[in-house]
């Protein structure tokens, strides 16, 4: 006798064989044994959920005779009178099965349904079940909408479909609807596990969860992939031999990627994409298995006490946990989206492995620096040293302040105007800042000799606070996880005096790009003749080179030639005062429309209505 493949052999012949689809038998057991048959179901679903099965089972349940050939509608077919055994075996001369794949013109529509004016040779229905219905042509499917609405109390339609958005609207209004849904692939693992236990195969849980997973919720194609496996394995299904088989990634090498990339380990990072160009293992695949690690470490992060309630036989779920509580979740959400993503470039690369590494590096690329590097990038103010230092003199002026002394002094300062950050949820109400700094700000900076005044000084670049850990956040959360609101415009001094700069340096084109975003997105917290403390509310602005070139615009514009900038809360900057500007011009154009009578009386005596967004100001 023959082999019978796994998918065929354990099809299954009741409902309560079905698997994964039980919102689906319940609907229909319920009607049969109500006896409230309708007379089209449409089942819709991908490739292998059981919707071919479903069809047969309900007609077996129409027809089945019972072991004494005395039974009638059951929702429990008994699989042993001829009836039952005739549609398993698919010769039952009252059970029709159309693929509308290969039949789908109007003729071979036609030829079906003649046989609706007859009625049932052996059964109690005629069942009509017509596989992949969208295929068939519009024609067709007008041919048969009369004898869908109305057939004879003696016919029964079944449709199939997997792509039911195909299906003419006048078709779906005469049936009973189910969609069957992908299954889970904890569902299909479970089932696997039974088949391969009935059928003696020995079998690794691992083995079985690449399995599950490759199937991607189709049942027949994890059975036909669970056949190959045990061809492939002599037999047996092993994790290497079933990996090897599916050309799937070593989540080995997954969670080593994932850990060095939360450590901002480069090396690490390239190394391992070289090792699986090596092997020839697929990029496309490696992004595919981050993608799924970092799916379920965004859920542990998000819900921690889902952590408890993991498989304990999943040797993967403290590995994936461990990652979950090293790598901050806005990296774990940046990384996914990355890999999401990154597998669309990879096709566009000369070279896949090339590709892959740039997409694992990208992160990195847009990964905080740690606090110790954000420290030692920030520079100090210094002084250019005197060509040659004079004798002392009883009438010198008293000594400069050194280095060390200015910077505390900024500190002291900028400590001193910095916002108390909020102690509850809600929000801390806006604070109107110093727009000059403290008297020892003033007093203690230090001023470049005169023969030094066109030497440009260094920038300077004072931390508010330190730099975060990696996943810390410098505002907290409001309620219900949503980020804090915005401090509103609080018009100052010195915003005035900035915001006429901003403008006169944009107007000459002498800052563009990154250097424009940062002047706009900056307040002038103090000035102090040549030198001007700024702050900003992004840490991503505040970059060495912007800071330098901005500081060379307004040197060169003649108004300060030291900037220092600050990461804090901003309240009055030119970004924020071109948008309040910007709102009221829309809301002044919104109100002359809204007032002008001829609107008005289209509005009263027509029902008009103006579009929202349609208003622009001149």
């Known amino acids: 006798m023959s082999y019978l493949v796994l998918a065929r052999k354990y099809r299954p012949k009741t409902f309560s064989e079905m698997v994964g689809q039980e919102h689906v038998v319940q609907a229909l057991t319920n009607a049969l044994t109500q006896q409230r048959l309708h007379h089209a179901y449409l089942f819709t679903g991908t490739r292998g959920v059981g919707k071919t099965t479903v069809s047969r089972i309900l007609a077996k349940s129409l027809n089945c005779q019972g072991p004494d050939g005395q039974g009638g509608i059951t929702a429990t077919p008994c699989g042993v009178c001829p009836a039952c055994q005739d549609i398993d075996r698919g010769r039952f001369p009252d059970y029709t099965e159309l693929d509308a794949a290969s039949n789908r013109g109007v003729d071979e529509v036609q030829g079906l349904l003649e046989q609706a004016v007859y009625k049932p040779v052996q059964g109690r229905f005629k069942v009509f079940m017509i596989d992949e219905v969208h295929m068939l042509t519009n024609t067709a499917f007008n041919a048969m909408l009369k004898t869908l609405e109305e057939p004879p109390e003696y016919l029964k339609f079944v449709l199939a479909t997997t792509d039911p958005q195909k299906v003419p609207v006048t078709v779906l209004s005469r049936c009973l609807q189910f969609n069957l849904r992908p299954m889970a692939p904890e569902t299909v693992l479970e089932h696997l596990a039974r088949v391969l236990a009935q059928e003696g195969v020995a079998a690794e849980p691992q083995a079985l969860r690449l399995l599950a997973r490759a199937a991607r919720g189709s049942m027949r194609d994890a059975l036909s992939l669970t056949d190959q496996a045990i061809a492939f394995g002599s037999g047996q299904l092993q994790e290497a031999a079933v990996r090897q088989m599916l050309g799937s990634v070593d989540r080995g090498h997954v969670f080593r990627l994932i850990d060095a990339l939360a450590q901002g380990d480069g090396r690490t990072v390239v190394e391992t994409a070289d090792t699986l160009r090596t092997h020839g293992l697929s ?82 690329a847009f990964k905080p620096a740690p606090a110790d590097a954000a420290m030692a990038e920030k520079k100090t103010l210094t002084r250019p040293e005197p060509a040659a230092a004079p004798p002392a003199r009883a009438h010198e002026a008293p000594p400069q302040p050194t280095p060390d002394d200015v910077n505390r002094a900024v500190h002291e300062a900028i400590g001193a105007a910095e916002p108390s950050a909020p102690s509850g949820p809600a929000p801390a109400p806006a604070v109107r800042l110093p727009v000059r700094a403290p008297e020892e700000f003033r007093q203690n900076k230090p001023q470049p000799p005169a023969s030094q005044a066109q030497t440009a000084p260094e920038t300077v670049a004072i931390p508010v606070r330190t730099v975060p850990e990696p996943g810390a956040r410098l505002q907290p959360m409001a309620p219900g996880g949503a980020a804090p609101a915005p401090a509103r415009l609080v018009p100052t001094e010195e915003g005035d005096a900035w915001y006429a700069v901003v403008q006169q340096l944009i107007a000459q084109e002498t800052i563009t790009a990154l250097v424009r975003e940062l002047a706009l997105q900056s307040q002038l917290v103090a000035r102090d003749e040549g030198h001007w403390l700024l702050r900003v509310e992004r840490e991503s602005l505040n970059q060495p080179t912007a ?38 011009r829309q809301r002044a154009a919104e109100d002359i429309v809204h007032n002008d009578p001829y609107v008005q009386q289209l509005m009263r005596e027509f029902g008009a209505k103006i579009v929202p967004g349609s208003i622009k100001p001149a």
């Not at 040197?555 to 309040?580: K, L, M, Y």
Request: glycine fraction near 4%; aromatic fraction near 2%.
């Open 283 to 364: 990029a496309a695949s490696t992004l595919e298995e981050m993608s799924a690690v970092l799916q379920r470490m965004a859920v542990l992060q998000a819900v921690p006490q889902m952590a408890a309630a993991v498989d304990a036989t999943d040797p993967e779920a403290a590995e994936i946990a461990r990652l979950a509580a090293l790598m901050p979740a806005d990296e774990t959400q940046l990384l996914y989206s990355i890999c999401l993503h990154g597998r669309t470039e990879l096709g566009l690369a000369p070279d896949e492995y090339a590709a892959l590494t740039m997409v694992l590096l990208r992160l990195l």
């Open 547 to 584: 800071r330098e070139r901005l500081r060379a615009a307004l040197e060169a514009a003649g108004h300060a030639r030291q900037i220092s900038v600050e990461v804090g809360v901003v309240i009055d900057s030119p970004a924020r005062r071109n948008a309040q500007a910007a709102a009221e």
